[in-house]
């Protein structure tokens, strides 16, 4: 099964995103800030995918990204239309794609769905 990383600030974002996923037979693990990705990112695992929901995490969204581009983990941008200037920087610094929100739910099922079976991991 599928194994998605949620890096999301908001509480209320990641349990709706975990639960369409979920729904979806995908797996989430989940970290809400960067020393939680940093802690995550040190332990023998390797998500097929990260969703990275730029929101809230401010200039930091750089060295989180930088991180996931390091262990070659794969990552998409979840982005609100006022983000542009996080956005640009998660593209430069390895993102995938960049989705805005609100999220249609088919459209990030279908581009995983395309990311995973391209052997993301």
Known sequence: MPEILLVIR???NIRVLRQALEAHKLT???VSSK???EGLLEKPLC???ALVDVSGFGES???MCELLQQKEIPFIVLSAKGELS???QALYHGAAS????PIIKPLLLKLIRRMV???AC
Do not use: T, Y
């Not at 960049?98 to 929100?101: A, C, V």
């Open 28 to 30: 989430c693990v989940e």
């Open 86 to 88: 996080l956005s640009n």
């Open 117 to 119: 079976h391209a052997g």
């Open 61 to 63: 969204i750089k060295s």
């Open 47 to 49: 998500p097929d995918l």
């Open 98 to 101: 960049i989705l805005e929100k």
């Open 35 to 37: 020393e939680a990705l």
């Open 10 to 12: 908001k509480r209320g």
